[in-house]
């Protein structure tokens, strides 16, 4: 398994090399559309690059924001068009599972359509959600906007501790989970802030 991961990274790492903002911006939408290609290699490695003056900060972000909505996208229609019965049937052969379903419904379900903004920062449940939210109809250009707003505060942690990281920028693979954590709890302290001057001043 240790040889597997070396190798993804390895391959990640070299595409990415090679093909700058593209290799950044296309390796997050094959993530977003529910291929296990992981971007706390992706985006921090664009952090690396960004250390080494290869890249540009903000460009970086950008290719990783708009990549993982491209491949939302793509994913979102997954689900409008063949519904659930063919994600039950073909699933398996992208990665999918009936356990992901269940839990990408479960946080549709409970938290409506605001679940594709929030969930973009947890792990495993960001790159399935966008499936629920094609098969109920979601509207699209909502969905574009949750989905863009959610994935660029993740998209702007990982390149910048890439950057800050510099060659060591692969330390953060063991606490990418805990970072998930941090980022929605974050933005959820914002959120209430925001609420609670927005009542002040009514």
């Known amino acids: 398994m240790t040889e597997l991961i070396e190798a993804v990274v390895k391959f ?6 090679a093909l700058g903002y593209w290799g950044v911006g296309i390796g997050m939408a094959i993530e977003s559309a529910n291929i296990p290609l992981p971007s706390e290699v992706i985006l921090p490695f664009g952090g690396y690059l ?5 890249l ?14 491209v491949g939302s996208a793509l994913s979102y229609y997954l689900g409008l068009w063949g519904g659930r019965p063919f994600l039950v049937k073909y699933g398996r052969y ?6 992901h379903l269940e839990m990408a ?3 549709f379900n409970r938290y409506g359509e605001a679940t594709v903004f929030f969930t973009r920062l947890m792990p495993i449940i960001r790159t399935f959600i966008s499936l629920p939210a094609g098969i109920s109809g979601m509207n699209f250009k909502r969905f574009l906007l949750y989905t863009f707003l959610g994935s660029l505060p993740w998209s ?3 390149v910048y501790i890439g950057m800050k990281l510099g060659q ?26 925001f609420w609670r001057q927005r009542k002040k001043s009514q």
């Open 50 to 54: 960004v250390s080494t003056g290869k």
């Open 56 to 69: 540009d900060f903000y460009g970086v972000v950008m290719a990783g924001t708009v990549g993982g909505t």
């Open 105 to 107: 419904d479960y946080w």
């Open 12 to 17: 990640i790492t070299s595409y990415i090399a």
């Open 168 to 193: 060591n920028w692969h330390a953060i693979e063991p606490w990418f989970h805990r970072l998930d954590v941090v980022i929605v709890i974050g933005i959820a302290a914002l959120v209430f802030y």
């Open 156 to 158: 702007l942690l990982l």
């Open 94 to 99: 992208f990665g999918f599972s009936m356990k």
